[in-house]
């Protein structure tokens, strides 16, 4: 039997999401909520709400990094309420900047240690994602998830709050929509949401009945499990037909980028695009994917780790079935797993115009006959860099699997 505390995770930039998290606060449930509004003084708020009590208590920025202070507080005081008797639910309501993934992560993942009377851990020994519900307002998301405009929560912060809110509905197991746009508009938004999270249950409604919501969650919902480089990149079985100009599309190819030429096409992902997610193979890194990930005007770049056929047999040995049987139906007997999968989901693109913008800059049947020269070619793909808060891989201002990236 599983003994850990559900922990009921509420995300969103719209207003609304704060209601939505205190619509759940009955006996035994305590909301927690980190308030980043005093960043600029170098303060986070925390507040810990239950039916009988409110308690508010002000954390200094540790090191300047938003990430390291949730970490260094959140984590411990959620082992800390699963000891409670008293607590039989944790509700955590998210600030408007952050995005649950990243949380999730570290939920998981990041060990909490030397808590006296605390076996060394992960909050994940203690708390369990029971969902992630995200909350959206209709007359401002479309503009939000299409634009460019920054976050910019610290200096350091390069997201978009296109990234930030496409990010929160694509993690989402449920989805609280603040009516107030027109019909076309509510129209659109619809047929974005059923492609972005064609799992999660839709309440369009300004007073919802999030406890009702809930129990509508599927057992197929991730409940904060954490997608992974070569993980499916359709989850679900989101409509593929195109409705009010939103659809998906998919590009697949056998040969190599050429990097240049790749990095000059880029940009057709950055225009009438919501969201743009996969692998590719670029001719200069044969052993290394890379994770290509869009949100309206945001591009993000990263290492998403060795292809199957560049692995050492140790790390063959490592790698999950699912991958293995995956890549096996399409194995080359040269450059065995190694290929380029892109999901688009376009709202007010042509999709030849992408599909032709890619597929020009893959190698030519001249270039791909000759690999010894790949090496030779300049690489605008090939300098990253990593925050140095993020060593042990979470960022709660950025995806939770970072590697090095480069984000334009």
Known sequence: MDTRTPLIVVSGRDPGTAGAAASLLKAGTIVVHHDLRELAQGLVRRTVTTVDDRRDTPLELAHGCVSCTLREDLLPLLRSLHRRSNVDRIVLRLDPQLEPEAVCW???HVVVADVVGQIDGPAARDVRVDAVVTCLDAATWLDDAS????VSTT????RTVAQVVVGQVEFADALVVRPGADGWQQARLHAVLTRLAPDAPVVWSATPDVEALL?????TARRGEISGAYSPLLRGQPPLDDDCGVRLLEFAAQRPFHPKRLHEAIDVLLDGVIRTRGRVWV???PDTALLIESAGGGLR???AGPWLASMTPEQLAEAPDTRLAMAALRWDDTYGDRDTSLVVLVHDADPEVIFGALGEALLTDDEFAHPELWPMWDDPFGDHHRDPCTDDGVDAGTRADAQPNTER
């Open 155 to 158: 200096p350091d912060d390069e």
């Open 106 to 108: 570290a939920i998981e």
């Open 301 to 303: 770049v990263a290492h």
């Open 215 to 219: 129990l509508r969650i599927p057992p």
């Open 283 to 285: 001719a200069t890194q």
């Open 147 to 150: 634009g460019d405009e920054e």
